[in-house]
């Protein structure tokens, strides 16, 4: 039987019908819009009927450009832009379909309720919804992508659409938005469509960052089928190594293949980012450059460009601009990204002389141990059925210096070995002889988010962590351990991790840092002294510890589907 539309939402269309300059063509187009698709049908009639919305609108001037539609949380208004409807006639053109699946998701998005940290359940606030169109309305690119993502159906399940739902990423994941392809919905975090709390560490809304973001994330949707390819082809890699009759299985190729996989996946996903922010800039500033895009989100643009010796800023040497600062997604401008963004080393494990910024997810990995893990754990799983050579099962082989592997990285991530958490033994290739090592299940249980090393005692990173190396080389060489040790904590406390500092100063008898991110800073009263090198060392581990226990909680659903596809400063 063929779904009406409600009384109420009859009642919408109605108010729609009477407003100044609306004729009944475009009254036609609507309604047959709505009837077009069931769920978007059963989605206003929803909404209509719980009084979240009441009425449409028509949106002619030329200084409201809304070509995604905007929703008035408090009236109950959805506006549609003039240009979305056809010229004359009931049909209705392509994209005000787009647009009304757009609005629905923002509807639904507003009726939405989220944990944010240990407090209770927290209702989406008019401003978190008039920041997020406000965002989507600024860039004619990322608005275009948004619409395109609103009506594309998924290649791998061609009954849903790549984007279908907004939702807050939970407090606490480190991550600056998310793509879940199993649900078709693109997570941000709360505090990025809130207007930044006085005094907070916490960066708020940005437009141009969270552009940034949601071109980032969107295009995650439209590459989600090659993410699922680059997983089943690992899988199917895995098992047949496992089936080898070889007393050696080497996953070394196996693991760089989906790990490359995941690089084309980012980069791609970065060039998408950009060219949404630069949407946005040019919307503003049609003459803007290349230095004005840096002022606006450094943190972003810090890896499409630099500045050398004192020299103007301009596209690091592998990157290439179009004239108007456009990326096409060209196959040196994907592998470029894939260097500056998804190869940026971890502070942990930093190689000399290199200037890239680390790359902290959730505080603890870098992209390629990221992904890496779930093929670990994939690959423990296929060995679990190879056949014994001699009675003996094979030994699994890694090059791990080669694949850019480390298992310390891998175990503070949290490493999902399984129901039966056995540790995998594997030997790494990258020394002669190969050495003798063990993955350790370290997802939940005593382990949780620890590296369990070979040697029984492993000494505290804390105290001579990248941070406090970074710090120690800017300080004064006079500065105490007590006092590199309160500013490292500082620093951490405010967000700010190594080779993400910005600025440093001392105003007063304070010394002021400021990060390469929008909003980290921290600040150390230099006329006080310093706690003990002990106590500050000891909250500094204690955070450490208190953020990878928070990001293990996004691992979840990821540890078993594949690494969810994110995004990091």
């Known amino acids: 039987m063929m779904q009406n539309a409600t009384q109420a939402l009859n009642a919408a269309i109605a108010h729609f019908a009477t407003q100044p300059g609306v004729t009944q063509g475009q009254v036609d187009q609507l309604r047959s819009a709505l009837y077009a698709d069931p769920g978007l049908l059963t989605s206003f009639n929803n909404a209509a009927a719980s009084g979240t919305v009441k009425s449409f609108a028509l949106e002619t001037s030329p200084a409201q450009q809304i070509p995604a539609g905007r929703y008035d949380m408090m009236g109950g208004v959805v506006s549609l832009p003039a240009s979305s409807f056809a010229s004359a006639g009931p049909t209705p053109a392509a994209d005000l379909h787009s647009v009304l699946h757009v609005q629905a998701m923002v509807v639904e998005f507003a009726a939405k309720s989220y944990v944010d940290g240990p407090g209770p359940q927290t209702q989406v606030s008019s401003d978190m919804v008039v920041n997020l169109q406000d965002t989507l309305n600024g860039s004619p690119v990322l608005s275009t992508e948004i619409k395109r993502a609103a009506m594309t159906p998924d290649p791998a399940d061609p009954k849903h659409r790549v984007l279908e739902a907004f939702d807050i990423v939970p407090s606490g994941s480190g991550l600056g938005g998310s793509y879940s392809p199993e649900k078709h919905t693109m997570n941000l975090p709360a505090a990025s469509l809130q207007a930044q709390v006085p005094g907070s560490r916490v960066m708020g809304y940005n437009p141009y960052e969270l552009s940034f973001v949601i071109g980032h994330e969107v295009q995650h949707g439209f590459n989600s089928l090659d993410a699922a390819r680059g997983r089943s082809d690992f899988i199917h890699d895995a098992q047949a190594i496992a089936a080898t009759r070889s007393p050696v299985h080497d996953y070394t190729l196996a693991i760089e293949k989906y ?14 980012g950009w060219n949404a922010l630069q949407s946005r800039v040019h919307q503003e500033n049609p003459s803007a450059t290349l230095y004005d895009m840096y002022n606006l989100a450094p943190g972003r643009v810090d890896d499409f460009a630099h500045r050398v010796n004192g020299q103007p800023l301009s596209p690091r040497p592998n990157v290439q601009l179009n004239a108007d600062l456009t990326m096409s997604p060209t196959s040196s401008n994907v592998a470029a990204m894939g260097h500056n963004y998804f190869d940026r080393p971890n502070s942990a494990h930093m190689p000399p002389g290199d200037t890239r ?48 592997l480390y298992e310390d990285m891998m175990e503070r991530s949290g490493m999902n070995l399984g129901p039966s958490k056995q540790p995998v033994p594997y030997l790494d290739s990258s020394h002669v002889p190969a050495t003798a090592h063990q993955f350790d299940h370290t997802f939940d249980g005593a382990n949780k988010n620890k590296f369990v090393p070979s040697s029984p005692s492993a000494p505290s990173v804390a105290a001579d962590s990248a941070l406090h190396r970074e710090l120690r080389n800017a300080l004064p060489s006079e500065t105490s351990q007590d006092r590199l040790a309160q500013i490292a904590l500082a620093a951490k406390e405010g967000g700010i991790e190594a080779g993400r500092i910005r600025t440093m100063d001392v105003v007063g008898t304070n010394l002021m840092l400021t990060g390469v991110t929008p909003g980290t800073n921290a600040s150390i009263d230099l006329a006080s002294p310093p706690p003990p090198v002990d106590v500050s060392n000891n909250q500094f581990n204690a955070l450490s510890e208190q953020q990878r226990s928070q990001v293990q909680q996004m691992h979840v659903t990821q540890q078993q589907a594949g690494p969810t596809m994110s995004m990091h400063q």
């Open 259 to 272: 790990v490359q996989s995941g690089r084309n996946d980012e980069a791609r996903a970065e060039i998408s």
């Open 357 to 404: 910024a680390s790359m902290n997810l959730g505080g603890v990995s870098d992209y390629p141990n990221y992904y890496a893990r779930w093929a670990v754990a994939t690959a423990s799983w296929a060995e679990q059925n190879a056949p014994t050579i001699h009675g003996q099962k094979p030994q699994i082989v890694i090059d791990m210096a080669h694949a850019g």
